[in-house]
């Protein structure tokens, strides 16, 4: 038999040649790794179909539109009731009706208080309720506003428009009002002498502003006519005009905003906002524009609390 030639023939292994054993192990191991990972993706996509198999037999498109109409829904209500329990005349506002005189203006102040304290229940508007920045009461006085009516000396400085109330100054006895305490829990009905009284002062303060220079104008004129502003805060969705201008909504705007800022709205037709609710003078002109009363009723009211036998009498009508 031939031999075959040396090109021919197999190159042997040396006697002491080790095979790598490690080449062999990983390729073995990348072999099961293949495998596993073709068995995962098998799974997955097995998992896969059952989803889209049990969307197809339980979840047809209109079953869809009606969770997606349902999830809308819910959204909605939580929004408007969040929005709700920050201002629950948001959508409702309490509207002033009465016939012209003191029931009106009785009816002014119980729409006040309404607005001031955000309730729209008469029965849970309290004279001790008090609010994150201090302002007290049923119809939130501040320290400035007690202390224009002599009842409490301040020492408030107020610093642009975020008004906070400390109440670290002292009182000054007016009335029988000699502490925090006293007016907070309404003593001798002085909550609501105070707010006539502050009505009386802001009519003051409007009614010398008018008739000052440069204005030379009469209050008068303004009232019982409409109006309408040529811009202001929250115009696009107030609007500008007011049907029919009345007391009742000057001093409750004067009383909620400032009685400078809505003697200068008057003459210079631009509605200011409330800083504390952003609620827009022409707002609160709507809101009264039912309501209506002279300026001596204003007065008839404070000077009823004179006798202090008449305070049970006016608290009844209040």
């Known amino acids: 038999m031939a031999l075959k030639t040396t090109e021919l023939q ?3 292994p040396h006697s002491s040649y080790v095979q790598d ?3 062999s192990t990983t390729l073995a191991d990348n072999l099961s790794l293949k495998d596993n990972n073709s068995k995962n993706a098998k799974k997955n996509l097995n998992f896969v179909k059952r989803v889209r198999r049990f969307m197809k037999l339980h979840c047809n498109k209109s079953r869809i539109i009606l969770l997606i109409i349902f999830l809308i829904t ?3 209500i939580i929004t408007i009731v969040l929005i709700l329990n920050k201002n629950p005349f ?3 506002r309490p509207l002033c009706k009465s016939q012209f005189g003191m029931s009106s203006l009785n009816q002014t102040f119980n729409a006040l208080a309404k607005l001031e304290t955000n309730q729209v229940d008469d029965s849970l508007i309290s004279y001790n309720y008090v609010d994150s920045s201090g302002f007290t009461g049923k119809y939130r006085f501040g320290e400035i506003m007690l202390s224009n009516l002599n009842y409490y000396k301040t020492n408030f400085t107020q610093n642009g428009t975020d008004i906070k109330n400390f109440w670290n100054g002292s009182w000054t006895g007016k009335n029988g009002c000699n502490s925090y305490d006293d007016f907070l829990n309404n003593k001798l009905n002085v909550q609501e002498r105070a707010i006539r009284e502050a009505f009386q002062f802001n009519l003051l303060k409007i009614t010398q502003l008018l008739s000052s220079p440069p204005y030379n104008q009469s209050l008068s004129f303004f009232l019982d006519n409409p109006f309408k502003f040529s811009s202001g805060c929250n115009f696009q969705s107030d609007g500008l005009s007011v049907s029919n201008v009345t007391l009742a909504g000057i001093l409750a705007s004067a009383y909620l905003i400032d009685p400078d800022e ?11 906002c409330d800083n504390r609710t952003s609620t827009s003078l022409i707002r609160y002109f709507m809101d009264f524009t039912g309501c209506d009363f002279s300026s001596d009723n204003v007065n008839e009211a404070v000077s009823s609390f004179d006798n202090v036998t008449n305070v049970s009498n006016v608290s009844s009508i209040s």
């Open 10 to 12: 197999g190159v042997l």
């Open 21 to 23: 054993r490690g080449t």
């Open 74 to 76: 819910i959204s909605a």
């Open 90 to 92: 948001v959508l409702i």
């Open 262 to 272: 809505v003697g200068k709205a008057l003459v210079n037709s631009v509605a200011p």
